[in-house]
């Protein structure tokens, strides 16, 4: 059964520096999101992403995030200069959303740690 | 700010017992509410996409339930087993948006 992947499983780095973590969707999707759990707390929306641009974004999604798709199969989120706070488990999620109702896949998460 | 909520945020429940849990979401401009479940270190997993009030939806032992109007979702567990043991999650769609809104999970723990 297709999956959605995600690397690294778990990534620690240095507050200031820049992460970039990686997804592969399920082929045949065509809409991409990124949402984190902070440990405790609730899994919050961080954005999605179709036909190659943002289309929704939160309020955590500031300019120190961003999104790629760099090819036809990798989705990356990219944080510029890591805060302390942006220590989480962060998933992907890939849908075919023909409808709204469509259920999302998620991958197993890559859990940040930043020192 | 949607306001998702889940209850009870824990529950151990014994082995072949049946168990509910339920979830809260705004009643207004609804559009989805989805069931997943997650086991530990592994992907959540859909269960359930639920659209209609008075939807009822089954999966072998697991079944939810749906009223729109008041906003709640139940989901029920029936003769408990070990591999049920996971926190279950519900996430709501806004109509207009395409986010998922999470709670805060029911973290089941089946005990032997």
Same mark, same amino acid.
Do not use: G
């Given at each position: 059964e297709p999956e959605v992947t995600q690397t690294p499983s778990h990534q620690v780095t240095q507050m200031g520096q820049e992460v970039i973590l990686r997804c592969v969707p399920i082929?045949?999707?065509l809409y991409f999101y990124w949402y984190r759990q902070i440990l405790g707390q609730k899994v919050e929306f961080l954005v999605s992403f179709y036909n190659n641009e943002i289309s929704e974004k939160s309020e955590?999604? &500031?300019? /120190?995030f961003s999104v790629e798709r760099p090819d036809g199969s990798n989705f990356t989120l990219k944080i510029r200069s890591t805060k302390l706070e942006d220590s989480a488990m962060y998933f992907c999620a890939s849908t075919?959303? %023909? &409808?709204?109702?469509d259920e999302q896949f998620f991958g197993p998460g890559t859990r940040l740690t930043v020192l | 700010i949607l306001n998702v909520e889940q209850s009870p945020q824990s529950l151990h429940v014994q082995e072949g017992d049946s168990t509910n849990f339920t979830c809260s979401f705004p009643s207004s401009n609804f559009y989805a509410l989805h069931w997943y479940r997650w086991e530990t270190a592994k992907s959540p997993e859909a269960l359930f996409v639920m659209t209609l009030n008075g939807d009822e939806k089954k999966k072998g032992r697991i079944s939810a339930t749906l009223n729109t109007k008041e906003g709640y979702s139940y989901l029920y567990i029936k003769g408990? /087993?070990? %591999? &049920?043991s996971a926190t279950y999650l519900c996430a709501f769609i806004n109509f207009g948006n395409e986010k998922l809104t999470f709670g805060t999970g029911t973290r089941l723990t089946i005990i032997p």
């Open positions: 082929s045949n999707h955590i999604f &500031d300019d /120190q075919t959303r %023909e &409808d709204l109702v | 408990s /087993q070990p %591999e &049920d």
